[in-house]
T-cell receptor, first 109, second 114 residues
Framework: EDKVVQSPLSLVVHEGDTVTLNCSYE??????LLWYKQEKKAPTFLFML????IEKKSGRLSSILDKKELFSILNITATQTGDSAIYLC?????????FGAGTQVVVTP | GAGVSQSPRYKVAKRGQDVALRCDPI?????LFWYQQALGQGPEFLTY????????KSGLPSDRFFAERPEGSVSTLKIQRTQQEDSAVYLC????????????FGDGTRLSIL
């Protein structure tokens, strides 16, 4: 059975800290892995990863995929209170996206 | 439109009533997805359309759930004889091409069954 597991489930950090979020997967016919940020409403797209070892960056956020070990990490450096959200990982396998349960990040001032 | 639009934002219904949730995807987006998100969980796939064709409905939890997209744009998710366990946020997402592209989500409909 396909599964996507995110860790940790939640964490609390101080502004300025760096956080690393993990997404492990077992999916038939892997095609891509996506990261989303969900605040109170719609998940918003962050990154799409299809190849191992190629880091994607957007400002203070970056992500990388390891297709051999079947995981991805999302890094947030110099965190700000606006980074507080649930971060979702979704993996595209055979025909549809499967989401993990998410990691809730709380950044305190 | 500029983004995916869902209505209503909130829906309260009594157990046993039928409800209809609407999704208006981004103009020109071929693919449309429905998800169910329970509190503290990630979105769970319900069904997928490519234009007007429903290509995958394997995530619909029972035959009380029905989705359609008759003209390949607006979609409606209908739940018949609602039960308390149907209470959740229902998210709609669309993407430009076929399945393996980033999905753009609406704000969801929060359904509460009393």
């Amino acid at each position: 059975e396909d599964k996507v597991v995110q860790s940790p489930l939640s964490l609390v950090v101080h502004e300025g800290d760096t956080v690393t979020l993990n997404c492990s997967y077992e999916v038939t016919n892997f095609r891509s892995l996506l990261w989303y940020k969900q605040e109170k409403k719609a998940p918003t797209f962050l990154f799409m990863l299809t190849s191992s070892g190629i880091e994607k960056k957007s400002g203070r956020l970056s992500s990388i995929l390891d297709k051999k070990e079947l995981f991805s990490i999302l890094n947030i450096t110099a965190t700000q209170t606006g980074d507080s959200a649930i971060y979702l990982c979704a993996v595209m396998g055979w025909g549809k996206f499967q989401f993990g349960a998410g990691t809730q990040v709380v950044v305190t001032p | 439109g500029a983004g995916v639009s869902q209505s209503p934002r909130y829906k309260v219904a009594k157990r046993g009533q039928d409800v209809a949730l609407r999704c208006d995807p981004i103009s020109g987006h071929v693919s449309l997805f429905w998800y169910q998100q329970a509190l503290g969980q990630g979105p769970e796939f319900l069904t997928y359309f490519q234009n007007e064709a429903q290509l995958d409905k394997s995530g619909l939890p029972s035959d009380r759930f029905f989705a359609e997209r008759p003209e390949g744009s607006v979609s409606t998710l209908k739940i018949q004889r609602t039960q308390q366990e149907d209470s959740a946020v229902y998210l709609c997402a669309s993407s430009l091409g076929q399945v393996n592209q980033p999905q753009h989500f609406g704000d969801g409909t929060r359904l509460s069954i009393l």
